[in-house]
Nanobody, 123 residues
């Protein structure tokens, strides 16, 4: 079992920046693939960014590439998502996840999930 706790979500305006954190306890994130997903109201959970279990390949959703950065701090055992130039379409509950699957960009690639943190971007 991997325990994940997200934090950092809040109400911001278009163009603002936020950094989300995903803290773990008693587990090393480098032993897993890790990722960020988001789920807007009434929508399916969608991939944002991830680091694969095998090879540590970094993958971004096209909708956030160039604006968001996924960071894995192996010392603090914490996963971050730096979000820049936020847009209203970024509004969602953001989840971090971990797993030991070959894939990185699908919900089914992960077995462990945090409870989520709300990010709201107003116009």
């Amino acid at each position: 079992q991997v325990d994940l706790v997200e934090s950092g979500g809040r109400l911001v305006q278009t163009g603002d920046s936020l950094m989300l954190s995903c803290e773990t306890s008693d587990h090393s994130l480098r032993a897993y693939g890790v990722g960020w997903f988001r789920q807007a109201a009434g929508k399916e959970r969608q991939f944002v960014a991830g680091i694969s279990w095998i090879g540590a390949q970094i993958v971004y959703s096209p909708s956030v590439k160039g604006r968001f950065t996924i960071i894995r701090d192996e010392v603090k055992n914490t996963l971050y998502l730096q979000m820049n130039n936020l847009k209203p379409d970024d509004t969602a509950v953001y989840y971090c996840a971990a797993g030991r699957k070959l894939g990185v960009s699908r919900v089914q690639d992960y077995d462990y999930w945090g409870q989520g943190t709300q990010v709201t971007v107003s116009s």
